[in-house]
Structure formats: structure tokens, C-alpha cells
């Protein structure tokens, strides 16, 4: 089992930067790929982006929503990840879910989310 803790949502002016933090618990040894969804009030939960554990530093990949703005990156233990969030847009206000995906049942996990909310 992997449990994942979420930190760091608040608000924020448009243009500003905040940071998520996720930690993992567990038997983090499995994990694959960690990252972030978000789901807006009314919208569909999307990916915003994610760490492939594959590679010595990982590969990131980003919606294209954020791409440019977010930065994802894992610690150093490989069970944290940290979503580096810049030029915040009230579009981005949402609740922010740290996930995993790991090589074995049930292959993905949440964390329970953390609320980010842009002004204008």
C-alpha cells in the first residue's frame, strides 16, 4: 500500500508562484510514475503533470495548460514530488491530487488533494 500526503495549496494572485509537496508513504519501492491531476469546480479531473522513474533523474511530461509555467521534480528520496507552480492563472484554481502509479494492484493511488485558488 502507498499513501500520499499532500501540502502547500493556498492562494495566490494571478502571476504569482506557489509550490505542492507530496509525500509517499509505504512501500514506496514500487512506485513508477508520481505526479499531479487537478480538477476545477464543474470540469473533469486532468493529468498536470508527472515524473517517470524511468531514468537516473526521471522523465517529466505537462499538460500543455501549463507547460512553460509548472515545474514537476521529484526529491531526493524518490517519494516526494514537489509541483513548482509560476505566473498562476485563475484558470489554474483547482483542487491539486498528488498520484502514483506503481507495477502492481491496485496500480495508482491518491492523495486526497489540496485546494490552489487564483485570484484576480
Known amino acids: 500500500q502507498v499513501q500520499l500526503v499532500e501540502s502547500g495549496g493556498g492562494l495566490v494572485q494571478t502571476g504569482g508562484s506557489l509550490t505542492l509537496n507530496c509525500t509517499a508513504s509505504?512501500?514506496?519501492?514500487?512506485?513508477?510514475?508520481i505526479g499531479w491531476h487537478r480538477q476545477a469546480p464543474g470540469k473533469q479531473r486532468e493529468l498536470v503533470a508527472f515524473?517517470?522513474?524511468?531514468?537516473?533523474?526521471?522523465?517529466?511530461h505537462y499538460a500543455d495548460s501549463v507547460k512553460g509555467r509548472f515545474i514537476v521534480s521529484r526529491g531526493n528520496a524518490k517519494s516526494t514530488v514537489y509541483l513548482q507552480m509560476n505566473s498562476l492563472k485563475p484558470e489554474d484554481t483547482a483542487v491539486y491530487y498528488c498520484?502514483?502509479?506503481?507495477?502492481?494492484?491496485?496500480?495508482?493511488?491518491w492523495g486526497q488533494g489540496t485546494q490552489v485558488t487564483v485570484s484576480s
Open positions: 509505504g512501500n514506496t519501492f514500487s512506485i513508477n510514475h
Open positions: 515524473v517517470s522513474s524511468v531514468g537516473s533523474t526521471g522523465t517529466t
Open positions: 498520484y502514483v502509479q506503481v507495477l502492481t494492484s491496485p496500480y495508482t493511488y
